[in-house]
């Protein structure tokens, strides 16, 4: 790793404002490698220098991930002025990398979220020549039938004309309101909600279970989020 800013790394990773870190940095506040350190724009190499910042060392890592199981009423973004967004879930030490939602669940839509500062993983994920399956728990209004199940094979046709790719129809239960589990390999906007409309039903209830290889940790309650483990990383990853 090149070498890089003191006070850069450690806004970084959340110690502060710039000025904040410069004010520490003359107060002599922070040492490099057992050597206290006044001027904040020295450059280090986080990955090899030790750096101690108030008494306390510092864990440097680039990239965060986490698994979020998302609530309805907040919108996948990182701001907006009018509505809460999955970044004020999290906490403060994790705002502090600048993560973003990979791709977007629907405002009332629950779920798994990845959130992430790895722009490289987030573009492999969202990559459409990538056709990374996502599969959602639905309750439905009207009876799914296998014939809904074969058509969503073969793919349908939404409501602006385009045909989506074939996707699997899993019914766990049929009814006046189906259960079922749908897995698709594109993210057209809206687009579980409207192949079902295709075929004359409407999604009252939708769950993201699954991206990828990556399911979702049914221990998270909604709103709450965890580090993704070394072997989940590796499936998404894979």
């Known amino acids: ?27 002599g506040g922070i040492l490099v490698n057992n050597k206290v350190i006044t ?11 030790e750096i101690i910042v108030g008494g306390k060392q510092v864990q440097y890592r680039e990239f965060i991930y986490l698994m979020l199981n998302k609530p309805t009423g907040v919108i996948s973004a990182t701001e907006d002025q009018r509505e809460d967004t999955v970044i004020d879930l999290i906490n403060p030490d994790f705002q502090a990398f600048q993560p973003f939602p990979v791709g977007r669940l629907d405002k009332d839509t629950e779920g798994l979220l990845i959130l992430t500062n790895d722009g490289k993983l987030a573009h ?24 809904d ?16 790719l074939p996707s699997e129809l899993v019914i766990t239960e ?39 290889l990556l399911a ?6 909604l709103g709450e989020y965890r580090e993704l483990t070394a072997d989940e990383l590796t499936l998404i990853k894979h």
């Open 1 to 27: 790793m090149k070498k890089q800013r003191l006070d850069k790394v450690l806004v970084h990773l959340g110690f502060g404002s710039r000025k904040e870190i410069k004010k520490l940095a003359k107060e």
């Open 39 to 49: 001027d904040s724009s020295e450059h280090v190499n986080p990955e090899i220098d």
């Open 124 to 147: 492999q994920l969202l990559s459409p020549k990538k056709h990374i399956p996502k599969t959602y728990y639905a309750k439905v209004k009207g009876e799914v039938t296998e014939v």
């Open 149 to 164: 199940a074969k058509q969503f094979k073969t793919g349908v046709i939404l409501d602006d004309g385009y045909q989506t």
């Open 174 to 212: 049929t009814g006046a309101i189906s259960q079922v589990e749908i897995t698709i390999y594109e993210g057209k906007y809206h687009q579980v909600k409207r192949m079902f409309l295709a075929v004359g039903k409407e999604v009252i209830y939708l769950k993201r279970i699954k991206m990828g």
């Open 216 to 221: 979702l940790d049914e221990g998270l309650a």
